[in-house]
């Protein structure tokens, strides 16, 4: 795998705080790693409704203090509105928040690394998966 920059879907946070090893190997060698402000909001949420609240939210304070995390601003609204509107005329919805976290992907010509398919069906955004 080539090094680069990479954009983590929320799965792929989840499953290396549950000590995903395939992830911890990925991690080691690449570049640079970031977090899209969204999957941060759905971390928290899990975070925060979860029976281990305290730990979840320590863990998710070391990861922010590591990791850059991209806000949504003007450029991300733009490639949101593309890819919705591609993904309509396909006939292929997916979840409101991932269609914002690969905008953030693409505005920021990222890999995004994420587990579910539907990623596929976006145009201009390359998906990998760990």
Not at 14 to 40: N, P, Q, T
Not at 90 to 104: F, M, Q, S, V
Request: include cysteine; aromatic fraction near 8%.
């Amino acid at each position: 795998m080539p090094n680069g920059s990479y954009l983590l879907d929320t799965n792929i946070v989840i499953a290396m705080f549950k000590g995903d090893e395939g992830i911890k190997e990925h991690l080691e060698i690449i570049d640079r790693v970031f977090l899209s402000v969204i999957s941060l909001g759905e971390l928290y949420y899990g975070a925060q409704h979860s029976v281990k609240v305290e730990k979840n939210m320590v863990k998710l304070r070391e990861l922010t203090s590591i990791l850059t995390i991209l806000p949504c601003n003007p450029a991300t609204a733009f490639h949101y509105g593309q890819v919705k509107n591609s993904l309509r005329k396909k006939g292929r919805p997916i979840p409101e928040n991932d269609i914002w976290i690969a905008a953030c992907a693409i505005q920021h010509r990222l890999v995004l690394v994420s587990r579910d398919n539907h990623f596929t069906n976006i145009e201009n955004l390359q998906v990998d998966c760990w």
